[in-house]
């Protein structure tokens, strides 16, 4: 199948530094390193339900008396 070796990881570092520049390098790596960390936290959390929302509406509602 496909393989990338040490000198394909190199080649591609070295065009993302000619593409990016050295000093963009540094946010790129920060925004990809944030990005596999929240993405990681979203597969391993269980999912949360926030119905507050809807219960504050739902009680907003009953509670308004009409208008006569």
């Known amino acids: 199948m496909f393989s990338v070796g040490p ?17 963009k390098l540094p946010e790129i790596g920060g925004g990809l390193g944030r ?3 929240n993405f990681k936290r ?4 269980p999912d949360e339900i926030d119905i507050s929302a809807d219960a504050k509406k739902d009680e907003s509602q009953n509670n308004q008396k009409p208008k006569a």
Do not use: C, H, N, S
Request: glycine fraction near 4%; aromatic fraction near 4%; charge should be positive.
């Open 35 to 37: 990005a596999i960390r």
């Open 42 to 45: 979203a597969t391993t959390e």
């Open 7 to 23: 000198t394909q990881i190199l080649l591609i570092l070295l065009i993302v530094l000619l593409i990016f520049g050295a000093k």
